[in-house]
């Protein structure tokens, strides 16, 4: 449970506890999106910081419901892109379609990504190019 202003977030549930303002709305909307973009991040640091700790046991840590291969691709995504190498402008998924691609080539495909402001469309077909090149 996740109580921010007049919201209360349980599993699959959003409530308001009393008439929210304009600006508590607003709050909790970027509250919300920012969680979104963050969440694969999250869930990838936590499994290679409870590897470094416990090793594999950390993925008894998830009830069986949960989709093991996105774990282990939250994780990958997290190994591949420590925190210093993570452009922080663009999603996740933008650092998962440079995963494979050398170092240097990833750090500038990331930066043209975010200067030409490429949703991950435009940047997997800049990245087919890129292969295809």
Known sequence: MIRRDNFLLLPSVLMMESIPT?????????????????????????VVN????????????????????????CAAVS???PIGERNLNLSW??????????KNVQATALTRAEMECWDTGQFRDYLRELSDG
């Open 50 to 73: 409870g590897e470094a700790q416990m090793g594999d046991d950390i993925y008894q840590a998830f009830d069986l419901g949960f989709s093991s291969s996105l774990i282990r691709r």
């Open 22 to 46: 304009m600006d508590q709305w607003e709050s909790m909307a970027n509250f919300l999106l920012s969680m979104q973009r963050s969440l694969n991040w999250y869930i990838g640091d936590f």
């Open 93 to 102: 998924t933008h650092h998962f379609l440079a995963m494979g691609l050398k």
């Open 79 to 81: 190994r591949e892109f």
